[in-house]
């Protein structure tokens, strides 16, 4: 029964667009869920989802971990009540774990001086530029195309990006200038941006994973503790300290919600010193009878 139904939920995932990636890892999941689980599904309690915290936890797993394995066992019981007719209440409703909630954390300009000054290779150079600059996504550097470029106009076309959203980011002169000198040592058809270079699967488009490797690489070979998504939180954090509005930065990162990027104000020290010296000067100056 249970194999039945992920297989029929996969294919509902591929209906609704959501990517290959995501897929991959919800039948991941929910695969490792039902051979944990001793009764057909129709019978889960929060008790079995209870168990199956519990045996997560003895794994040690960490909770951010825990909770994506809650999260998508609750989407799949929520399909299989409102799409397959399952007669049950959802069993993940009353399970819940803490998740701590660190601020995100950016690299300063000392660090992405130092990072960047071991990048030779320009295809290398030209992605971690547009993490910093542009603010992308380790997933949506990875898809995308030649054809979303847009040197003349200094800007690039984001397609399918995160929740299926499609976003235009732009091109600092520096980011323009990195992807003009890949651009003409790449010197292939293909339409995928950024390719693998050596090996059996060179002229393939670069994946995910090739991409952190890179970062990987590069952070050990620098001796500057970085990935990918920091050099996406060092870019939100250093418009917010040139004074780009906040709506601006949601914009540009694709957040859903604002929410999200208030979350870099928490980190940006710079501002909040430069407006309360700005902010206090003026009160001092009506107050000077104190």
Avoid: W
Wanted: hydrophobic content about 35%; glycine content about 4%.
């Amino acid at each position: 029964m249970g194999p039945t139904e992920v297989i029929n939920y996969r294919r509902s995932l591929r209906r609704k667009n959501y990517s290959s990636h995501t897929v991959k890892n919800y039948m991941n999941i929910l695969t490792h869920f039902i051979s944990r689980v001793a009764v057909p599904l129709s019978q889960v309690t929060h008790r079995e989802i209870g168990a199956y915290v519990d045996y997560l936890l003895s794994r040690r797993r960490k909770p951010k971990t825990i909770t994506c394995h809650l999260q998508t066992i609750r989407l799949f019981f929520d399909y299989l009540i409102e799409e397959e007719g399952m007669k049950m209440n959802n069993p993940v409703i009353r399970v819940s774990i803490r998740l701590p909630k660190p601020l995100p954390r950016h690299l300063h300009d000392d660090q992405v001086a130092k990072f960047f000054k071991v990048i030779t290779d320009p295809r290398d150079r030209a992605i971690f530029m547009l993490m910093l600059r542009c603010g992308l996504r380790v997933e949506e550097v990875a898809k995308l195309t030649a054809g979303a470029l847009d040197l003349a106009r200094r800007r690039l076309l984001v397609i399918n990006g995160k929740g299926g959203k499609d976003r235009v980011v732009y091109l600092s002169e520096d980011v323009r200038i990195a992807l003009e000198v890949y651009i003409k040592k790449r010197s292939s058809k293909a339409s995928g941006l950024f390719l693998v270079q050596k090996g059996p699967l060179s002229g393939q488009p670069l994946s995910v994973r090739g991409i952190q490797k890179r970062m990987e690489y590069y952070a050990q070979k620098s001796k500057v503790s970085a990935s990918c998504h920091q050099l996406r939180h060092t870019m939100a954090t250093q418009l917010l300290n040139a004074d780009a509005g906040l709506a601006t930065i949601q914009d540009l990162l694709g957040h859903s919600h604002i929410t999200t990027t208030q979350r870099y104000c928490q980190v940006s020290n710079l501002k909040v010193q430069r407006d309360y010296y700005q902010a206090i000067q003026v009160v001092l100056e009506r107050t000077q009878n104190y």
